[in-house]
Structure formats: structure tokens, C-alpha cells
């Protein structure tokens, strides 16, 4: 068993690793790429709406990854984002097609949402030991690719065409799903009992895994500080730049570096500290540190709005990318260790929709804020929210903590 799980996590990794520089290089370059040519900044708002409306379909992919488990899912998904791919190259450089893109690249990004589904179910086959070191790491690396494709992506279109680099985005899912086929696992794993294939019991599995989360107390803590959160992390998305551009009138390089400074912070973090965190979530319970980590994010986006110092945003966009990794490790690690294999899938999709439709809402949100309120007060409002919030949910009345049967269980 200890033998599998270690295959399976390093498999994993390394597939998950291929695929995401492809996929982090393409974005990025088709942002820069659609920024030169097209002159039509409303496309760009569109095509972030395609990099992140598909993560509300987590779970309905969650639903269907619990009930084809194995690696056919895991493979064909990879695949046919390679298709995909070779369709955007085909396409990509047609002002007239524009379209045609963004369909693709929100079929691109469903797909992705299937396959990262798909692979939670496999993850509850990772022993505990090694679930937050895979986590962190997938973390980590990732966090790294990202600050790469930003810092790099845009120029590496003076060497290479947009069309190839939608290839090689094709080329490294190809990749990934050959590693997938080397997973220790059946390529369908029949469930117990007679398969369920009414409309009535697909929504009943959803409504399953959504009950679940509702009977752990921690769990629908969880989920609503990651909604109550996500205005924090919508205007830190939206308006950092006019912050401190137009508030602290720094220049162009203090927002490129302070957005550097996340990645650099959730990169460092998640391969060098998951461990860590782990270790003090089993001594103090995971409740301890979703509390800590949600007030120091309040803390962090307050800052931002409060000081008028520049070294303040690159300061508190460091510490938000540690926490952020923190969440990213131990949240997975919780729902893994809390529920039944059986229905992993859809519980995870829950928290990834949630996570997801929080920053939507948030978005929402601060544009009506936006006409009342200053960015710098948006900052301000936004970070004492999240700060009220957490304590409010983390602690009872009596001033315990609110935990679970398994909150050390990480």
C-alpha cells in the first residue's frame, strides 16, 4: 500500500507539473498577445471570465469523478485538452474568430476542472504522511509557474508565435496523460451496489456530498470564511494596481513586484513548510490555524489599505501568499481525512465552487462599492470583514474552539 501511494503521489506531481507550465505559459501570453493586437480591453475581462467561470462546475464534476473512478477520466480529460489546444492554435491569431477562442478556452478550463476533480479521488489513496507533502509541493510548484509565466510568458512571444506556443500548452497535456497511464489504478473501478444513472440520482449525489459538509461543523465553518474571504481577495486582485499607482504613486515596478512577492511567499511555503503546518495543526487542531490564518489575512488587506507606505502591500502580499498556502494544504488535508472515500469527489467540488463563487461574488460586490467608496476604503472594508468574520465562526460564545472528530487528523 505504502509502495502504491508513493508511485501514485510522484506520478501525480510530475504530470500535474507538465501540464500546468503549458497551461500557465499559453494563458499568460494570450494575455499579452490579445493586449498588442485586438485593442479591445472588455476581451480581456471576458477571457479571465473563462479562466475561472468553469470552477463553478466543480461540483457537478465532482459528482461524475466519484462515480468513474479510476484513470480513464484522469487521461481522456488530459487528452482532449490537447485537441482543445490544437484547436486555439488554429485559431488563435483570426481577429474574427475571437469567439471561437473563448469558447475553447472555457472548454479548456471545464475540462481542467474534471481532471483536478477526478484527481482528488485518487489523492484518498495517498497516506496521510505524504497527502500535505504532495499538496504542498503541487502547491509550491505551481505558485512558481505562475510567477514565471508572469514574469516571462509576455516576452518569450519574441522568440516563439502564439500559435506555437498554444502547441506546446498541447504538447505538455500529452505528456501529462501519458504519465496519468502509469497510475497504479484500474482504468474504471466499479462502485458497490447498482450504478445509479437517472437524472433524480445525479442531483441526489450532489445533494449527498453537500449534506456531508453540512454535518461536519468545521467543514461549513470553512466555507463560509472562504466565502465571507473573498471580497479580500477580490479587491486584492482588482485594484491592487490602482492602489499603488494611484493612491501611493509608486511606479509600475512596485505592483509587478508586489505580485512577485505572493508567488515567491506561497511557493516557499508550500514546498518548505507544509510539513510544518501540518505538524501544528495535529498538536493544536486545524481550527487554531484557520483562525490564524484568516485574521492574519484580514490583518494583511487592511494594512494595505491604512498604510501608504509601498513596502507595505509587497510586505502583506508575501505574508498573504504563505497563507494562502497554509489554506491550500490543510484545507484538502482536512476533507480527505473527514469523509469517506466514496464521496470525495463532490465534497471537495463543494469547497472548490464556494472558493470560487466567493471571489465572483466578491467582484460583484466591490463594483457597486466601487461607486460609493474609495479603493483605498474598499481595502479597508474588505480586510475588517474577513478580520470580524473569522473569529466570529472559529470561536464559540464560551470562547472554546469550534472543532471536529478529526480536526487533528491532517
Given at each position: 500500500?505504502?509502495?502504491?501511494?508513493?508511485?501514485?503521489?510522484?506520478?501525480?506531481?510530475?504530470?500535474?507539473?507538465?501540464?500546468?507550465?503549458?497551461?500557465?505559459?499559453?494563458?499568460?501570453?494570450?494575455?499579452?498577445?490579445?493586449?498588442?493586437?485586438?485593442?479591445?480591453?472588455?476581451?480581456?475581462?471576458?477571457?479571465?471570465?473563462?479562466?475561472?467561470?468553469?470552477?463553478?462546475?466543480?461540483?457537478?464534476?465532482?459528482?461524475?469523478a466519484d462515480r468513474l473512478r479510476g484513470k480513464l477520466l484522469i487521461v481522456s480529460s488530459a487528452w482532449f485538452q490537447a485537441l482543445l489546444c490544437a484547436g486555439l492554435a488554429a485559431f488563435v491569431t483570426n481577429s474574427a474568430q475571437v469567439g471561437l477562442v473563448l469558447a475553447l478556452m472555457g472548454c479548456l478550463e471545464v475540462l481542467g476542472v474534471l481532471r483536478g476533480s477526478a484527481i482528488n479521488v485518487v489523492a484518498g489513496i495517498i497516506t496521510p504522511e505524504e497527502r500535505a507533502q504532495f499538496i504542498g509541493i503541487l502547491h509550491?510548484?505551481?505558485?512558481?509557474?505562475?510567477?514565471?509565466?508572469?514574469?516571462?510568458?509576455?516576452?518569450?512571444?519574441?522568440?516563439?508565435?502564439?500559435?506555437?506556443?498554444?502547441?506546446?500548452?498541447?504538447?505538455?497535456?500529452?505528456?501529462?496523460?501519458?504519465?496519468?497511464?502509469?497510475?497504479?489504478?484500474?482504468?474504471?473501478?466499479?462502485?458497490?451496489?447498482?450504478?445509479?444513472?437517472?437524472?433524480?440520482?445525479?442531483?441526489?449525489?450532489?445533494?449527498?456530498?453537500?449534506?456531508?459538509?453540512?454535518?461536519?461543523?468545521?467543514?461549513?465553518?470553512?466555507?463560509?470564511?472562504?466565502?465571507?474571504?473573498?471580497?479580500?481577495?477580490?479587491?486584492?486582485?482588482?485594484?491592487?494596481?490602482?492602489?499603488?499607482?494611484?493612491?501611493?504613486?509608486?511606479?509600475?515596478?512596485?505592483?509587478?513586484?508586489?505580485?512577485?512577492?505572493?508567488?515567491?511567499?506561497?511557493?516557499?511555503?508550500?514546498?518548505?513548510?507544509?510539513?510544518?503546518?501540518?505538524?501544528?495543526?495535529?498538536?493544536?487542531?486545524?481550527?487554531?490555524?484557520?483562525?490564524?490564518?484568516?485574521?492574519?489575512?484580514?490583518?494583511?488587506?487592511?494594512?494595505?489599505?491604512?498604510?501608504?507606505?509601498?513596502?507595505?502591500?509587497?510586505?502583506?502580499?508575501?505574508?498573504?501568499?504563505?497563507?494562502?498556502?497554509?489554506?491550500?494544504?490543510?484545507?484538502?488535508?482536512?476533507?480527505?481525512?473527514?469523509?469517506?472515500?466514496?464521496?470525495?469527489?463532490?465534497?471537495?467540488?463543494?469547497?472548490?465552487?464556494?472558493?470560487?463563487?466567493?471571489?465572483?461574488?466578491?467582484?460583484?460586490?466591490?463594483?457597486?462599492?466601487?461607486?460609493?467608496?474609495?479603493?483605498?476604503?474598499?481595502?479597508?472594508?474588505?480586510?475588517?470583514?474577513?478580520?470580524?468574520?473569522?473569529?466570529?465562526?472559529?470561536?464559540?460564545?464560551?470562547?472554546?474552539?469550534?472543532?471536529?472528530?478529526?480536526?487533528?487528523?491532517?
Amino acid at each position: 500500500m505504502a509502495q502504491t501511494s508513493a508511485v501514485t503521489m510522484r506520478l501525480l506531481w510530475v504530470a500535474n507539473w507538465a501540464s500546468k507550465i503549458g497551461d500557465v505559459w499559453f494563458e499568460t501570453a494570450l494575455i499579452w498577445y490579445w493586449s498588442l493586437t485586438l485593442h479591445r480591453p472588455h476581451l480581456l475581462s471576458l477571457l479571465g471570465l473563462m479562466f475561472t467561470l468553469p470552477g463553478l462546475l466543480s461540483a457537478v464534476m465532482g459528482v461524475l469523478a466519484d462515480r468513474l473512478r479510476g484513470k480513464l477520466l484522469i487521461v481522456s480529460s488530459a487528452w482532449f485538452q490537447a485537441l482543445l489546444c490544437a484547436g486555439l492554435a488554429a485559431f488563435v491569431t483570426n481577429s474574427a474568430q475571437v469567439g471561437l477562442v473563448l469558447a475553447l478556452m472555457g472548454c479548456l478550463e471545464v475540462l481542467g476542472v474534471l481532471r483536478g476533480s477526478a484527481i482528488n479521488v485518487v489523492a484518498g489513496i495517498i497516506t496521510p504522511e505524504e497527502r500535505a507533502q504532495f499538496i504542498g509541493i503541487l502547491h509550491g510548484v505551481v505558485s512558481g509557474i505562475r510567477l514565471a509565466g508572469r514574469l516571462l510568458a509576455a516576452s518569450s512571444l519574441l522568440w516563439f508565435s502564439i500559435r506555437e506556443i498554444a502547441l506546446l500548452d498541447g504538447l505538455s497535456f500529452v505528456i501529462a496523460g501519458a504519465l496519468y497511464l502509469f497510475l497504479p489504478l484500474p482504468w474504471l473501478e466499479k462502485r458497490a451496489g447498482e450504478q445509479r444513472r437517472t437524472v433524480w440520482a445525479f442531483f441526489h449525489d450532489l445533494a449527498e456530498g453537500v449534506h456531508k459538509v453540512k454535518r461536519d461543523g468545521l467543514s461549513t465553518r470553512l466555507l463560509l470564511i472562504f466565502f465571507l474571504s473573498g471580497p479580500s481577495m477580490a479587491v486584492v486582485s482588482n485594484d491592487l494596481a490602482w492602489r499603488i499607482g494611484r493612491n501611493i504613486h509608486a511606479p509600475s515596478w512596485a505592483y509587478g513586484l508586489s505580485i512577485a512577492m505572493e508567488m515567491v511567499g506561497a511557493m516557499v511555503a508550500g514546498m518548505l513548510g507544509a510539513k510544518l503546518f501540518r505538524k501544528v495543526a495535529q498538536r493544536y487542531g486545524v481550527s487554531l490555524v484557520f483562525l490564524i490564518d484568516f485574521v492574519l489575512l484580514g490583518l494583511c488587506v487592511l494594512a494595505i489599505g491604512v498604510f501608504d507606505s509601498v513596502w507595505i502591500p509587497m510586505l502583506s502580499m508575501f505574508v498573504m501568499g504563505v497563507l494562502q498556502a497554509a489554506q491550500n494544504v490543510l484545507a484538502p488535508s482536512y476533507v480527505l481525512a473527514s469523509f469517506p472515500h466514496e464521496v470525495i469527489g463532490r465534497v471537495a467540488s463543494v469547497f472548490s465552487t464556494v472558493e470560487v463563487g466567493s471571489q465572483a461574488v466578491g467582484s460583484a460586490v466591490l463594483a457597486v462599492c466601487a461607486s460609493i467608496l474609495s479603493v483605498q476604503w474598499m481595502f479597508v472594508t474588505a480586510g475588517l470583514l474577513t478580520l470580524v468574520s473569522a473569529p466570529a465562526l472559529f470561536v464559540r460564545i464560551k470562547g472554546g474552539l469550534v472543532t471536529s472528530p478529526t480536526a487533528r487528523n491532517v
